[in-house]
Nanobody
Framework: QVQLVPSGGGSVQPGGSLRLSCAAS????????IGWFRQAPGKDREGVAC????????YEADSVKGRFTISRDIGRNTMYLQMNNLKPEDTAVYYC??????????????????????WGQGTQVTVSP
């Protein structure tokens, strides 16, 4: 059964760093476009960062550019979100997601939640003094 299992959430102080990971099982990660999303209370789910499998290009939301980095480790079949210089407004439930690249065509926006059809369970990230 295909699934994504997240880990690495927690509570940190502003300016701190945290790395989220998501282990993929039941499928081969290099053939899937991957993304990280978050949802704060009272807000819609929003794209944070994503990586297209076609050319390994990455995209980040304006709010996290220069602070967050998406990556993957093919050998471990794991995706990561490195979060630096965290701010209180980064507090949210974070989700990892993937979509088989063979289902994609044209110009896709991988920061849009509907692009993805495989989701991991959310992990809480809290940034407070």
């Amino acid at each position: 059964q295909v699934q994504l299992v997240p880990s690495g959430g927690g509570s940190v102080q502003p300016g701190g760093s945290l790395r989220l990971s998501c282990a993929a099982s039941g499928f081969t990660l290099p053939y899937w476009t991957i993304g990280w999303f978050r949802q704060a209370p009272g807000k819609d789910r929003e794209g944070v960062a994503c990586l297209k499998s076609s050319d390994s290009s990455t995209y980040e939301a304006d709010s996290v550019k220069g602070r967050f980095t998406i990556s993957r480790d093919i050998g471990r079949n794991t995706m990561y979100l490195q979060m630096n210089n965290l701010k209180p407004e980064d507090t949210a439930v974070y989700y990892c997601a993937a979509v088989g690249s063979w289902t994609l065509h044209g110009t896709i926006d991988c920061l849009l939640p509907p692009t993805f059809d495989l989701w991991g369970q959310g992990t809480q990230v809290t940034v407070s003094p």
